[in-house]
């Protein structure tokens, strides 16, 4: 059979001790990563791209994919024992996995996490095997007309689920769009929006955007507030869960396990999305939800699973349409493109030794996170008490020298350091970023495939209406965008906004 | 009119950017609808943004209050954030001239002392050992092309 010899030859690429290695310092830099408040996944792969370069793609992928995951397991770690969110993704397992851990049962808390993380990551790698080499099948009959339609039904989504104003994330897509449209157009070599800056004639660069967004601009809203940072002091002991906490957390970290992973497929759903997901659902189905925020397991277990299995999901648009479906996706669009591979439908089939190679060394990551974390949590607990006006001069330089060695260009700090300023504004009027970066990363590939449409069409906007793909595609599009507006809905956003912002 | 509040400042903000970008795009060549040229997806763009800037000031029109600018930054400590970016600037403007090394022991130096400040002990040591340890891990390990500068090293 095909699929098994596939995987084979995946396991195979997996265990040569080189990828084992690469896989190895990917998750533990991404469990660093995700331990530490205000340094993320997207971070971290921006510093350590340039120096993937001289390894072969499939290594550097390995241990890219490894940040990415390995955050996951780290971000659960600050938020039960500090009620800080090391990672957007955990915000809600601050709610019941610190007061567990007020309670003395950190322990168990941040072992369920472990677990919930590696059976929900086994899981959604799983589904990621078996779904993704037919859609890239599927996706093979996509002309530009489906392509523009999905991407716009992505950032769709996006702003849709993002929770808060819809035109306000709508505006930020519209305006991450625009970014990603400075700099030479592609068809007529025309130079558009650089101001005679040079290095803009190459377009706005995703690091330094990113990087000032997520990175400076957290580090300055949190300088002004001065984040105190109490690690709870106790003894943490018995990590594994008792046998109550397993019946407890078995349907959880199932349930979990799905949403992720269908939420996570979504362009634009994720990681941070899943758990809100999956906390608002364990809190709905328990015959107690009055007992969720006062430390109960299950609102560890769900939402823990949940991010996991997303970040297997999120891989699928990635592998089989060359979408990428979050930022942390974005960053390994670029590696990719770099490495010299075309992401797309025709990824797995040109190169099955990266596809596969990288799925199965996800098992292999997720198996070394849960042999590792376990013991390793006294040491991320040391890094915690680092106090923050020592911490953060460190994750300044970080992003200094991750934007500049990148193309070696001072401007490109500069340009980080004004989206930093940008950013920073944007979370005071409570503006989202992540509609922004989708948009910046698409807004190339969609201007591509638009042009294509109508150059196809001869001009006529009825082509994406007349291809039944396209069709459906606009109708769910527009139906996300006529929902917001019904009563009933709206309400339900509203709520799903105030638990985001309660945090 | 007097009466606005946060979403609306920022969304006249965005009027005016949004325009802006509509009216430039239109300069590059907004090309025929059978061959877009250049300007024709930032026109869209551009449009949208002022567009949808409008929907928000016009969504807020019953709901503006007396909400102030500074609401904002009530309670924060907002002066450490403009000495944060100026240092950060000031870093990127000499870092070429003075080289890594030193504008690194300058910078941490600088944001050990200014924010939270520590003893000048461990000020001193922490931005020496800051410097000299990533410019190990970068230059020396990871090989990136960090600048020399007048160091010359």
């Not at chain 1, 003894?235 to 269908?262: C, E, H, M, T, Y």
């Not at chain 1, 291809?467 to 709206?490: A, Q």
């Not at chain 2, 002990?121 to 230059?139: E, P, R």
Request: aromatic share 10%; charged share 10%.
């Amino acid at each position: 059979m095909d699929f098994l010899a596939n995987a084979v030859m995946g396991f195979q690429i997996a265990l040569q001790p080189m990828n084992v290695f690469f896989c190895l310092v990917g998750v533990l830099i991404g469990t660093l990563v995700g331990v530490l408040p205000g340094l993320g996944p997207v971070a971290a792969i921006s510093l350590l791209l340039p120096s993937t370069f001289h390894v072969s793609p499939v290594s550097a992928i390995i241990m890219l994919a490894g940040i990415y995951y390995g955050a996951m397991y780290g971000g659960s770690t600050t938020s039960i024992l500090v009620n800080i969110p090391g990672e957007a993704a955990s915000v809600v397992t601050c709610l019941d996995g610190y007061q567990m851990a007020r309670k003395g049962r950190a322990g168990p808390a941040l072992g369920i996490s472990a677990f919930g993380s590696f059976i929900a990551g086994t899981l959604s790698i799983v589904g990621l095997m078996f779904l993704a080499p037919p859609l890239a099948e599927m996706a093979l009959q996509f002309g530009p007309p489906e392509y523009f339609s999905l991407m716009l039904l992505g950032l769709i989504i996006l702003t849709f689920l993002a929770g808060g104003s819809m035109p306000k994330a709508l505006m930020m897509a519209a305006f991450g769009l625009f970014l990603g449209l400075i700099g030479m157009d592609i068809m007529t070599a025309t130079p558009r929006f650089t101001f005679g800056i040079y290095f803009l004639s190459d377009g706005v660069g995703l690091v330094p955007v990113v990087m000032g967004l997520f990175g400076i601009s957290e580090v300055l809203l949190n300088v002004e507030t001065r984040l105190k940072q109490d690690v709870f002091e106790t003894r943490i002991k018995g990590l594994l869960p008792n046998l109550q906490d397993w019946k407890d957390s078995a349907w959880p970290i199932l349930r979990g396990s799905v949403i992720g992973f269908f939420l996570g497929i979504l362009p634009g759903g994720g990681a941070v999305i899943s758990s809100f997901v999956s906390y608002a659902v364990e809190k709905k189905i328990s015959p107690h939800p009055e007992k969720f925020g006062t430390g109960v397991i299950q609102g560890v277990a769900g939402p823990e699973s949940a991010n996991n299995s997303a970040t297997g999901g999120a891989f699928i648009p990635l592998l089989t349409l060359g979408i990428p479906a979050n930022a942390v996706m974005a960053m390994l669009l670029g590696a990719l493109i770099i490495y010299g591979m075309q992401p797309g439908p025709m990824l797995i089939r040109q190169h099955p030794d990266l596809f596969w190679g990288t799925v199965a060394s996800m098992y292999v990551g997720n198996v070394l996170l849960l042999v590792l974390n376990l013991p390793l949590i006294g040491l991320w607990v040391k890094i915690l008490k680092i106090p923050y006006p020592v911490l953060f001069p460190l994750i300044l330089l970080f992003c200094l020298i991750g934007v500049y060695s990148l193309n070696n260009n001072a401007g490109e700090i500069g340009l980080m350091l004004f989206f930093g300023g940008v950013g920073y504004l944007m979370k005071k009027f409570s503006y989202e970023a992540a509609p922004l970066v989708l948009a910046l990363v698409l807004g190339p590939m969609m201007e591509n495939a638009l042009r294509q449409s109508l150059i196809m069409s001869d001009g006529g906007a009825g082509i994406f209406f007349t291809r039944p793909i396209s069709l459906v595609i606009v109708l769910i599009s527009l139906s996300l965008l006529i929902l917001p507006l019904l009563p009933w809905v709206s309400k339900k956003r509203e709520v799903v906004k105030d638990m985001a912002e309660e945090e | 009119m007097t009466m606005k509040n946060n979403d609306q400042r920022s969304s006249l903000f965005w009027l005016v950017a949004g325009l802006a970008i509509a009216f430039y795009s239109v300069k590059y060549g907004l090309g025929a609808l059978s061959s877009p040229g250049p300007g024709f997806v930032p026109f869209l763009s551009g449009l949208a943004i002022a567009t949808l800037a409008l929907v928000v000031f016009l969504q807020q029109l019953p709901r503006a209050s007396k909400e102030k600018l500074s609401d904002l930054w009530v309670q924060k400590d907002w002066p450490k954030v403009l000495v944060v970016m100026g240092a950060l600037v000031l870093y990127a403007v000499v870092f070429k001239t003075l080289g890594f090394l030193l504008s690194t022991f300058l910078l941490i130096f600088f944001l050990l002392r200014a924010i939270e400040p520590l003893s000048w002990k461990k000020v001193f040591l922490g931005a020496i050992c800051t410097a000299l340890g990533s410019y190990v891990v970068f230059q020396v390990w990871l090989a990136a092309q960090l600048p020399e500068g007048i160091l010359g090293f």
